[in-house]
């Protein structure tokens, strides 16, 4: 039986993936492209960010943060560029990319503070 704790992990180690996906794609393009990269977000996020998305003891008020922040530079970044990005290397030549990443990097750093989480046992 998959308890909401057990999905919770799941959902954390998904975020913490899609963190990692972004700061590996800072200089070169996503392998699945970057509108898939920034559309993926919203497969994790409900947005607006509200802490109680993120409960305790799964997420931790840093990662929360990270990922208030994290979103906040994405929609900055959407904000600035087409709705379906034709020209990949020029959307991550702007600012915004470079912010967005930047925010993927503190969130990284966040993150691998606990590392990953069990997908089959729950944590107590």
Do not use: H
């Not at 799964?58 to 379906?84: G, I, M, Q, Y």
């Amino acid at each position: 039986m998959t308890t909401s704790r057990l999905v919770e992990q799941r959902i954390r180690n998904r975020l913490f993936e899609y963190i990692e996906w972004v700061v590996e794609s800072e200089r070169m393009l996503p392998d699945l492209g970057l509108n898939e990269l920034l559309n993926q977000w919203e497969d994790w996020i409900s947005r607006p960010v509200e802490v109680d998305s993120f409960p305790a003891p799964v997420f931790t008020e840093p990662e929360t943060r990270a990922l208030r922040a994290l979103d906040a530079t994405w929609d900055l970044f959407c904000s600035a560029t087409p709705t379906t990005i034709v020209d990949e290397r020029a959307a991550m030549s702007t600012p915004q990319w470079r912010d967005f990443v930047a925010a993927a990097k503190a969130a990284a750093v966040v993150f691998r503070v606990r590392g990953r989480f069990p997908e089959d046992v729950k944590l107590a």
